[in-house]
Every structure is written in C-alpha cells, then in structure tokens.
C-alpha cells in the first residue's frame, strides 16, 4: 500500500537523521535539544496524514483564490523594488484604513491557502529541520504546557488552534477596518467608491 511504504520510508529517513544515543551535535545544550514525544514512526505518519490532507487543501484554495473575480480583475504590476516595500509599508496601510477604500483582499480561499502553506511549512521544513539540528525549532525546549497535557494529540490540537486563530486573526482586521472606516470622523474624507 502507497501509504505504509510512504510512512517506512520517512521513518527510515527519520532515523537516519534524526537523533540517535549520541548526539551527532554535542554542543547543543542539553535543554534545547529536540525531545521526540512520538516515535519516529509516529512522526512518518503524522507527516503523511498531514502532507495527504493539507497539500490538497493547498491546492484547492489557491485554484478558488485564482479564479476569484477580484483577483482576475487586477491589474498587472512591475516587480516591486525595495523603495517599494519601504513605502508601501509606511503609507499603504494608513491611507487604506482612512480613506475609507480599504478592501479586505482575503477571501475565505486565500485565507485557507495561507494556513496550508503555513501548516505545510511546520509539518515539513521544521520538523526536518528539528531532526537535522537537534534543536526544537518550532517549540524552542517543548511545547507550551497546554499542548504539553495533551500528550500524542499535541499536534493536530496545535494545528487546529492555528486553523481557528488564522480566521480570526483576519476576521478582527476585516472587523475594525470595516468599524474604522464607518466612523463619522472618516465620513468627510470621500473616496472615489464613495462619489
């Protein structure tokens, strides 16, 4: 079966560069080592299970991102330079928030996108890049203490609270740039949605 070779071979993989009895890094202290709280085996089928749900979650919210009206409606730019970035990043935010024409481009696709990816990243790089090192990367020591009491289900709890706060986190800036740009303070200032 695809899966259980998938999952012998990364536990194989896991094995070969992940911790052993001797650290391959003695000069890590011993507190920021990383501590497997899960077999290696656990870890190849927590990675499979992870990679087989969220890459086509992945993918299905960038195609529904993509087609979206608004984002096919946009202009083409040119490359951005860093004086771009510098002033996008001190007048872009401010103008949009008082001008009133601020509009939320994160569509429940792009904001499914951006936690997959972001899930993806934990799931792959940091984890392989926590059994390269040997230090904890994601958790720095262990995980915080209520993940901690959660035992084996610390990641998928950690996965979901992650998928919870992405929604909310975009949902209160939609949330106070739709209150801010309600107020009667801003109400002077027209902008050309507005003529």
């Given amino acids: 079966m695809v899966f259980t070779h998938a999952v012998d071979f990364l536990e194989d993989f896991f094995l070969s560069i992940g911790p052993g009895d ?12 990383s501590v497997w709280y899960l077999t290696p085996r656990q870890h190849a089928m927590e990675t499979v299970a992870y990679v ?64 997959t990816v972001i899930a993806l990243y934990h799931a792959i790089v940091l984890q392989l890049a926590c059994l390269v090192t040997e230090v904890n990367i994601a958790t720095l020591m262990s995980p915080p203490n209520v993940l901690r009491s959660l035992g084996e289900w610390y990641r998928p709890a950690q996965y979901g609270m992650c998928f919870v706060l992405h929604w909310v986190h975009n949902l209160s800036i939609t949330g106070f740039v739709a209150i801010a740009s309600s107020s009667k303070v801003l109400k002077p200032l027209l902008s050309p949605k507005q003529h």
């Fill in 52 to 115: 087989t749900i969220f890459a086509p979650m992945c993918y299905v919210a960038l195609k529904q991102a993509l087609n979206h009206s608004k984002w096919k409606n946009q202009r083409p730019i040119r490359a951005p330079t860093a004086l771009d970035g510098v002033l996008g990043a001190i007048t872009m935010s401010s103008f949009l928030g008082v001008s009133g024409r601020y509009e939320y481009i994160g569509s429940p696709s792009w904001i499914l996108f951006g936690f």
């Fill in 22 to 33: 001797e650290p391959k890094f003695p000069h890590v202290p011993v507190t920021l080592r």
